[in-house]
């Protein structure tokens, strides 16, 4: 999918936004053809494609041409993502995503990172002034107001973010069989079900999507 008239200075997604006949020129499948932007991928009916056994697992990515996703900060060891790969049309279709998920996995660098605000809040649908229509496009397909939580992390270090609470999310937190049984039971006494998701202390996809599937999550996205 290649989007048309993005190039140029870098965009800020909280300042600028969308023209509301912005269109994209679709290169897969053929024919090729301009397709608006409004709603194109909420039209995939993504989170009618899985089911509780066989839950449909999906993420996306936008990269430079060259196929990175982000750059390493050498000087503080951070990765980011350049300015100019990040447009209001790449954010509104990573929402349109996020809207059909009923299960929404994250980690715990991303939790570290939102923190300390070097990245911006995307645990909610609606936060953000052009997608506060998704929430109701939610409730019109039987999902639920926002997406369940699952923070995957070894450490088991990090801040829960108060974004979580206040929305009233359910929110899993997945880690590995050797886990820190301090930082096991800390998060366990603050309320919270730990998903045990992996042979030593990382998280394996398998074992958590097959957890996911018994507590009845049909849509993840990554």
């Not at 089911?51 to 996306?60: D, G, L």
């Not at 430079?64 to 350049?82: K, V």
């Not at 999902?143 to 995957?152: D, G, H, S």
Request: hydrophobic share 35%; proline share 6%.
């Amino acid at each position: 999918m290649k989007i048309q008239q993005t190039m140029g200075q870098p965009h800020d997604t909280n300042k600028k936004s969308i023209p509301p006949d912005k269109c994209l020129l679709r290169l897969f499948p053929t024919p090729h053809q301009e397709v608006p932007l409004t709603g194109l991928y909420l039209g995939h009916q993504v989170h009618e494609l899985g089911t509780q056994s066989h839950p449909f697992v999906y993420a996306n990515f936008v990269s430079s041409l060259d196929g990175r996703i982000a750059l390493a900060d050498t000087q503080y060891g951070d990765t980011y993502i350049p300015k100019h790969m990040m447009t209001p049309s790449d954010f509104m279709l990573f929402m349109q995503l996020h809207a059909q998920a009923d299960c929404l996995i994250t980690h715990g660098g991303y939790l570290r990172a939102l923190a300390a605000k070097k990245l911006g809040n995307i645990l909610q649908v609606g936060n953000h002034p052009k997608c506060t229509g998704l929430i109701n496009w939610r409730k019109n397909n039987k999902l639920t107001a926002q997406p369940t939580i699952v923070i995957a992390s070894a450490s088991l270090d990090f801040p829960m973010h108060e974004s979580l609470k206040n929305k009233q999310q359910r929110v899993y937190i997945a880690t590995g069989l050797n886990a820190d049984p301090y930082r096991v039971n800390r998060w366990k006494k603050q309320g919270y079900t730990v998903l045990f998701c992996g042979e030593n202390k990382l998280v394996q996809g398998a074992p958590l999507v097959h957890q996911l599937s018994l507590l009845g999550y049909k849509s993840i996205y990554l």
